[in-house]
């Protein structure tokens, strides 16, 4: 877009995850991300724990990535941040800190949604990835969130359908606590689910109107299945761990890939892309693979690193809302809720 040089300073602290990186442009030259252990204990996110630990983590974070990337902070163009969705104590640590550093260097502020930048991660200048044109569907699936959006543009997306309770990331997560595994319990079904028989056991796919998505009766549906079993046989769950995730696994596969072929023959679009930390997982990357031969998709599948929570994606919507000079001020508050477009 530009010949000079744009050094965007990015913070991403929406959850768990303390992260930093530094792009040139639309180069990511450092990306660090500190991963919070201290949930693993209490099953899930803990948000005054978290927020604490961004505390700690967000100085070191910050230093790791100016260094990493070879840059003074007097060299920064701007600072991005994210401004929302997540977890308010958490984006409280990562909006201070960018406000202050901003102020201190005296160099402009971008506020970044969280969910637009999971969509817009697909625009950083990587070799193992290609852009989407415009406009195309977005599918952003992680622990929070379950969306389909239509992009226009950048900052033009318009929201065809969400989840009316639970997240497809929260689907996973519980469904693995059920069975007994660690949290985080995504990637361990994901891990079962390979070595295992997806049509082993059935599992009933809600009725939802529309675009939208529901998991809740899901999680319900192996809560019971589980009592079921393990009534009869105690060590149920461990002689066919395998299987439950498979199936487990291809059911929310097929609830999000039904959703996904409807909103791509109601708007004609073709190109497709996912983003958020379900699309880490190794079976939905594997659909939408195969969505190239069955379906006639172009399909964008990002790099592992720019999948879950990370500061690179918002330095990409750093640097492309810098190029549009839209910044924000000294009084800009984090936002817990914070819908894409609004």
């Known amino acids: 877009m530009t010949t000079k040089k744009i050094y965007i300073l990015a913070i991403e602290s929406s959850c768990d995850d303390t992260s930093a990186a530094v792009l040139c442009n639309t180069k990511v030259l450092s990306n660090v991300v500190a991963t919070q252990e201290i949930h693993k204990q209490y099953g899930g996110v803990v948000p005054e724990l978290a927020s604490r630990a961004h505390q700690q983590n967000i100085v070191p974070v910050v230093h790791q990535a100016l260094a990493k990337a070879n840059i003074d902070k007097k060299q920064l163009s701007a600072i991005a941040f994210t401004r929302g969705p997540g977890l308010m104590g958490s984006l409280l640590v990562g909006t201070s800190f960018a406000k202050s550093l901003a102020l201190a260097l005296n160099i402009p502020l971008i ?11 697909h625009f950083i200048d990587d070799e193992e990835m290609t852009a989407p044109p415009f406009p195309f569907l977005g599918m952003t699936i992680s622990g929070g969130h379950t969306q ?59 009725k939802v109107d529309g675009l939208n998505f529901s998991f809740s009766g899901l999680k319900t549906s192996i809560l019971y299945f589980l009592q079921k079993h393990t009534k009869n046989n105690p060590n149920f769950v461990q002689e066919n761990i395998d299987d ?15 959703k996904l072929d409807k909103a791509a023959k109601e708007t004609g679009i073709k190109h497709v892309a996912i983003g958020g930390g379900v699309a880490a997982n190794s079976g939905i990357r594997q659909r939408l693979q195969d969505a ?11 790099k592992f690193q720019y999948c879950t929570d990370n ?18 001020d000294q009084g800009i508050a984090a936002k817990a809720r914070y819908a894409i477009g609004s």
């Open 111 to 121: 506020e970044v949604n969280h969910m637009e930048a999971h969509i817009l991660a």
């Open 244 to 258: 439950i995730c498979a199936s487990v696994q291809h059911t929310i596969l097929e609830i999000l890939m039904e």
């Open 311 to 328: 500061a690179g994606m918002i330095g990409i919507v750093g640097y492309l809302k810098f190029m549009e000079n839209q910044f924000t």
């Open 148 to 206: 389909i959006v239509k992009v226009n543009h950048y900052f033009d997306m318009e929201v065809l359908g969400e989840t009316l309770d639970d997240a497809v990331g929260e689907a996973f997560d519980k469904s693995a606590k059920l069975m007994g595994l660690p949290y985080p319990g995504g990637p361990l079904v994901d891990k079962h689910a390979r070595k295992g028989n997806p049509s082993a056991f059935s599992f009933p796919k809600p």
């Open 292 to 302: 190239r031969e069955t379906k006639g998709w172009t399909t964008y599948i990002p």
